[in-house]
Each structure stands twice: as structure tokens, then as C-alpha cells.
């Protein structure tokens, strides 16, 4: 039976996903608001790179396994359990090694700066919890996205609840660097209580089947890296060029630019697991899937960012309050490299539906050069302006162009550019209705 991304199991697991990051935006919305205009944006400015500084080791301490351990469970299920079992285990203590080499990166490069040294350790003890919630990826092959998005979404509001409490009593910047890690701990508690609850096999370890995990997804080792420095490159260099209120000029714009990214990132992973399941029935509904999906994200994107550059200077306002005005630029700027990044997500998709993930460390390769190249070229004259032009070019450069360059990976592409077709939208539109 052919299965199509627009049949009801794919909604629903979407819908679930996407209500309960609504409530979720909405909630942490208003914390941000309070906790940005509460910190001013040289504090602001701080937490956020402590935040990027923490960004780069996250794809070390994965290891690759959040992008590979869909398939990994789809096609295990008589050994979910040591999967995933394995998987924790291996991500856990290449997370410890991360929050130590992270303090040695800070002691040195920020070496003096005390409360900098000091925010940066707080907020990188996040990656320890971080590492225990790959079994969020049973839950999206299993189609059971109501139980782990309630889950999270409870975590959400019991550290919002937190926070409320560190803005009445006051707290220093300390205190919210390490609510960070507060989240990460209940979601990955929350989800595993659940899995206990809802799965049947027990974690387990297995040190072969650590070996074919690690096989499977080192690709994604370099590539998750190289995606860090194209995307968190511009807030470090903002940080030791022009100093911390950039950086939170810069960051008010890109948090303004992602306050949608839940809806895609829920499409994307509620599509993933059918995705891959159909490639094994039928090419044809496997592309047809695949073109559906590029349909949807890029005409969604594209309608989010036209509306985020007309309101540019509202939001800001609203969100973040006079003193953040110089962001306005930016955001106009910054909103559009999310539809690219978007693209990116769904490629990958393909990619490791037909075994072609060893090309993602040479695409994002590509890329991050060319971040850092202009990055380096445009921040120094331009600050905030130049670290937006810099990430929109990048995000076109490794999710568009590199694509057409590399032959391996053109038949994505095509695919892509089959999407922009305006019949495919309006064929979703009538299946959905």
C-alpha cells in the first residue's frame, strides 16, 4: 500500500507536534521578551554566545545519530531497545568530553573575563541532558508525537515557571544560563519515563551495534559541524570584534527570524519516518513525496519571510522594546537565509534515503569556508548588517547552488525546483481539504 505524505497519520502526528509548539512559542515568547529586556543586550548578548560557543560541540555530542536513528528504529523494530539504548550510551559520554572541552576552548580564548568563563560552563552543562533525548527519535518513527510534544511542552512550562521566578527575585545572568540545562534535564526525563511506559523492549548496550550506528552516522559528524560554523560563526566573531550589545542586537533579530521554525521543523519530522518507509515500495511516490514536501516548506517560508521583512520594525518593537531598534535592519535581512536553511533540512532527507550522506561533510564544507570568509570581509565594516548579508548568501550558497555544482546530488534539485511548480501547492490545498 502506497503511502502519501498527506494521509492522516502524517497530519496528525504534524498537528499534535505543531499545537503543542504553538502554546510552547507563545509561552517562551513572552519569557523572552521579559528576560531580554530584563538582561539589556549586552547580558542578552552574552547567554547568546555562551549559547553558540555551547552550538558547536552539539553535533559532536550527537555524534550523527539524531539524523540516522529514524531509519536505524524503522528497520530494527525487534531491537529497539539496544538501539536506542546504544545510542544514549554513546552520546552521553561523548557529551562529557564536550562540556570539558568547551571549558578549555573559553579559558583560553576568554581568558580574564570571569563572568564570561563563568556563563558559558552553566550553559554548556545542558549538553549532559541533551545527549539522554535521542529517544525523541522512537516517537517520530512510531508516529507518537502526542505523547513526546506534551511531554516537552510540560518541561517548557515548568522551566518558563522557573524563570518567572529568577525575573521577581532578580537573579544575575548566571541563573538563566543554567535554566538552560534545567529544560533539557526534564524533557529528557519526561521522554524517557514515557518510553518506559509506551515501548517494550528495555534500553540495552551493544558494542556492535555501536559500531554500526557510528558507521552509518559519521557523515553527519562533520557535516552537523560544518552547519554549526555557518550558523553560529556570525555571533561568536560579532562577540570579539564588536563586543557583547551587537551580539544582542543580532541575536533579537534571529530569534525574531525563527519564531515559525517549529511549524517546519514539525513538517520535516513528521514527514521523515514516511518518507523513508515509502523509498522501499516506490520511487515514485517516494519522489512525488519528496517534491510535496519541498512544496510546502519553500511557499511557507517564502509567505513568513515576506511578512517578517514588511513588520520588520513592529516586531522588534513588540518583541524586544526600544532598546533593541537597531536589529530592525537585520531581521529584514537575516528572516530570508530561513527558507534556505529549511531546504537544507528536507535535502538531507533525501540524501539519506539513497545513501548519499557521505557528500553532506563536502556540501557543508563549502559552506562554512564561506561563512567564515564573509563573515571575516563583512563584520568589521558592517557589524549586525554584515553577519545577516553573510548568512543569507551562506544558507543560498550550501542549500541552492552547491546542489546544481555537486552531480551526486542534483537529482535532489530537480526535485526542488519541481516543487516551485505552483500545481503542487494547489494540489496539497485540495487534498488537505
Not at 313 to 325: E, F, N, P, Q, T
Request: aromatic share 12%; proline share 2%; net charge positive.
Amino acid at each position: 500500500m502506497r503511502k502519501s505524505l498527506t494521509n492522516n497519520k502524517v497530519v496528525r502526528n504534524a498537528s499534535w507536534i505543531i499545537a503543542c509548539k504553538i502554546i510552547q512559542a507563545v509561552l517562551g515568547l513572552l519569557i523572552s521578551m521579559i528576560t531580554a529586556r530584563y538582561l539589556g543586550p549586552s547580558n542578552y548578548g552574552l547567554i547568546s554566545y555562551a549559547a553558540s560557543i555551547v552550538e558547536f560541540v552539539v553535533p559532536i555530542m550527537l555524534l550523527g545519530l539524531y539524523s540516522t536513528l529514524v531509519q536505524e528504529i524503522i528497520e530494527g523494530k525487534d531491537s529497539e531497545g539496544t538501539i536506542l539504548g546504544t545510542a544514549t550510551a554513546m552520546s552521553f559520554v561523548s557529551s562529557v568530553f564536550c562540556v570539558i572541552g568547551v571549558f578549555i576552548f573559553t579559558f583560553f580564548v576568554n581568558a580574564g573575563e570571569k563572568e564570561t568563563i563563568s556563563v558559558v560552563m552553566l550553559y554548556s552543562l545542558l549538553l549532559i541532558f541533551q545527549s539522554l533525548e535521542l529517544v525523541q527519535c522512537w516517537f517520530q518513527a512510531k508516529y507518537l508525537a502526542k505523547y513526546s510534544s506534551i511531554m516537552m511542552l510540560t518541561a517548557y512550562v515548568v522551566v518558563s515557571g522557573y524563570k518567572i521566578i529568577l525575573l521577581i527575585t532578580g537573579k544575575d545572568v548566571r541563573w538563566f544560563a543554567l535554566s538552560n540545562a534545567l529544560d533539557h534535564f526534564v524533557i529528557a526525563a519526561g521522554l524517557y519515563l514515557l518510553y518506559r511506559r509506551l515501548g517494550s523492549d528495555p534500553y540495552k548496550f551493544s558494542l556492535e551495534t555501536a559500531g554500526r550506528l557510528f558507521s552509518n552516522s559519521k557523515y553527519y559528524i562533520i557535516s552537523g559541524l560544518m552547519v554549526t560554523v555557518f550558523s553560529q560563526t556570525d555571533r561568536v566573531m560579532l562577540k570579539l570584534m564588536r563586543g557583547d550589545a551587537e551580539t544582542g542586537y543580532y541575536s533579537a533579530a534571529a530569534a525574531s527570524a525563527v519564531l515559525t521554525r517549529f511549524v517546519f521543523a514539525a513538517i520535516i519530522d513528521s514527514a521523515r519516518p514516511l518518507i523513508l518507509e515509502g523509498k522501499k515500495t516506490s520511487r515514485e511516490m517516494f519522489e512525488k513525496n519528496m517534491i510535496r514536501l519541498y512544496s510546502i516548506i519553500l511557499y511557507g517560508s517564502f509567505l513568513q519571510s515576506i511578512g517578517m521583512a514588511l513588520f520588520a520594525d513592529l516586531i522588534i518593537r513588540i518583541l524586544y522594546g526600544a532598546d533593541y531598534m537597531p536589529a530592525v535592519p537585520a531581521l529584514r535581512i537575516v528572516v530570508w537565509y530561513c527558507t534556505f536553511s529549511y531546504i537544507g533540512s528536507v535535502r538531507n532527507i533525501w540524501l539519506l534515503s539513497n545513501n548519499k550522506q557521505r557528500y553532506l561533510w563536502m556540501i557543508n564544507l563549502a559552506g562554512a569556508l564561506a561563512n567564515v570568509l564573509l563573515n571575516l570581509l563583512l563584520i568589521p565594516g558592517y557589524g549586525i548588517i554584515g553577519a545577516s548579508t553573510a548568512s543569507l548568501i551562506t544558507q543560498f550558497f550550501t542549500n541552492v547552488i552547491v546542489g546544481f555544482i555537486f552531480k551526486p546530488i542534483r537529482g535532489n534539485n530537480r526535485l526542488m525546483v519541481r516543487a516551485l511548480h505552483p500545481r503542487c501547492v494547489l494540489e496539497i490545498l485540495k487534498k488537505a481539504r
